[in-house]
């Protein structure tokens, strides 16, 4: 059944491996209050981060195709490693049959958009997942955009745990920032600007922002992400019409409804309702 005609609303789709999108989302919703949102997390098989390609490509595949059925016109994937690792693929091979007017965008982009004005030292610093880091999309992104940037990766495996397992704050977490942030700033110690290259990683700004110098920026992908989406709407009234704006917010997880909501309220201010759902049909 086309879910559609069901609901009515033509949204704009959210999609995370679990709930770190949730900074995302939260600051396109600031910045664009008036548009219907639906918001997926693959919580039954999150973390993405350690996974293959073929994996990662495979269940992001399948939510974006759920989003599709559900009405949503575009896709954010709210997720590093899901944009590292599948959206090319997806806009290349899957959306020319699925649908061709949908689209799929990502978080890697809009977030390389502004380094160089952001950026004085032209050196910058990305913390990610395995799986972002090792798929060097930072780096061949700023290298095609800002050809003069020197970008210097960090994956940090043990940083998404941490939020996932409310230990953000603990002095476990303090062992394992400083780890990585010691270790990305002996390679390379003219970093001025750091990538957050995992929504989770706003969870843990507190913790990471005593382990850096004073004068280096930090990127919360949120705001970023919202402007370029802002931006894009702007440019593209073809898709711009086909979302429809009352404002209402589904949630959708493949885990417990329960647990889903328990720990929205770590990312977001408001009691949620959740639906849980299964996509790997
Ligand atoms: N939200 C994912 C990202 O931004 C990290 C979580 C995961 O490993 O699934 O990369």
Redesign the pocket.
């Known amino acids: 059944m086309d879910k559609r005609n069901k609901h009515k609303v033509a949204p704009i789709g959210i999609f995370?491996?679990?709930?770190?999108?949730l900074t995302v989302f939260e600051k396109i919703r600031e910045q664009m209050p008036a548009y219907d949102y639906i918001y997926l997390g693959d919580n039954a098989r999150?973390?993405?981060?350690?996974?293959s390609f073929e994996v990662v490509y495979k269940f992001t595949r399948q939510a974006v195709f759920h989003l599709f059925q559900e009405g949503c016109p575009l896709v954010i994937l709210?997720?590093?490693?899901?944009?590292?690792k599948a959206l090319r693929t997806i806009q290349m091979r899957d959306l020319p049959h699925l649908n061709p007017f949908n689209r799929v965008l990502g978080?890697i982009r809009p977030t390389v958009e502004v380094l160089d004005q952001l950026s004085r030292s032209k050196h910058i610093g990305v913390l990610?997942?395995s799986?972002?880091i090792s798929s060097e999309s930072y780096t061949i992104e700023v290298a095609k955009m800002f050809p003069h940037i020197q970008v210097t990766e960090e994956a940090c495996p043990m940083w998404?745990p941490l939020v996932e397992n409310r230990e953000y704050d603990s002095p476990g977490a303090d062992y394992f920032i400083r780890k990585h942030l010691d270790r990305l700033f002996t390679q390379d110690a003219d970093i001025d600007t750091l990538i957050l290259?995992?929504?989770?990683?706003p969870l843990l700004l507190d913790k990471i922002k005593k382990y850096i110098p004073e004068q280096v920026k930090l990127i919360s992908q949120g705001e970023y992400v919202a402007d370029r989406l802002k931006d894009y709407l702007l440019r593209h009234p073809e898709m711009e019409n086909r979302l429809t704006h009352t404002g209402s917010c589904r949630f959708l997880t493949t885990e417990s409804a329960e647990k889903f909501s328990d720990a929205a309220s770590v990312f977001l201010d408001e009691p949620i309702h959740v639906e849980q759902i299964t996509i790997d049909a």
């Not at 709210?78 to 590292?84: E, I, L, P, Q, V």
């Not at 290259?197 to 990683?201: D, E, L, M, N």
């Open positions: 995370d491996s679990g709930y770190g999108g999150s973390p993405y981060g350690n996974r709210a997720c590093n490693t899901a944009s590292a978080v990610g997942t799986g972002t998404v290259a995992c929504t989770h990683y």
